[in-house]
């Protein structure tokens, strides 16, 4: 019954931006860590971003200064305002939820179905 929704991914030049959303239901948004995480073909999945229950943000240090995470409580949506976007950006990017307690590793219990993100050189 929980359900993550990504929307927002598409095809965008090198120096670009993309905004990605993620809706949540089925869950008290609130009390729950919210996270990024992507996956390119032939490599392994990998953190991006995340925001833990109170407001506090983490990022990759590949996407630090470019990328920003925020919530939206009252909404149940969690946004990741992509900037300056490269090339070595294109993958599938996944919303993911736990429960409290905010992780940089996959250890999140619930996740989207992906939506994909191409930068174009």
């Known amino acids: 019954q929980v359900q993550l929704v990504e929307s927002g991914g598409g095809l965008v030049q090198a120096g670009g931006s993309l905004r990605l959303s993620c809706a949540a239901s089925?869950?008290?948004?609130?009390?729950?860590?919210m996270g990024w995480f992507r996956q390119a073909p032939g490599k392994e999945r990998e953190f991006v971003a995340a925001i833990s229950t109170s407001g506090g943000t983490y990022y990759a240090d590949s996407v630090k200064g470019r990328f920003t995470i925020s919530r939206d409580n009252a909404k149940a949506t969690v946004t990741l305002q992509m900037n300056s976007l490269k090339p070595e950006d294109t993958a599938i990017y996944y919303c993911?939820?736990?429960?409290?307690?905010?992780?940089?590793?996959?250890?999140?219990?619930?996740w989207g179905q992906g939506t994909q993100v191409t930068v174009s050189s």
């Open positions: 089925g869950l008290t948004f609130s009390i729950y860590a």
């Open positions: 993911a939820s736990r429960y409290k307690i905010v992780t940089t590793t996959p250890q999140y219990t619930y």
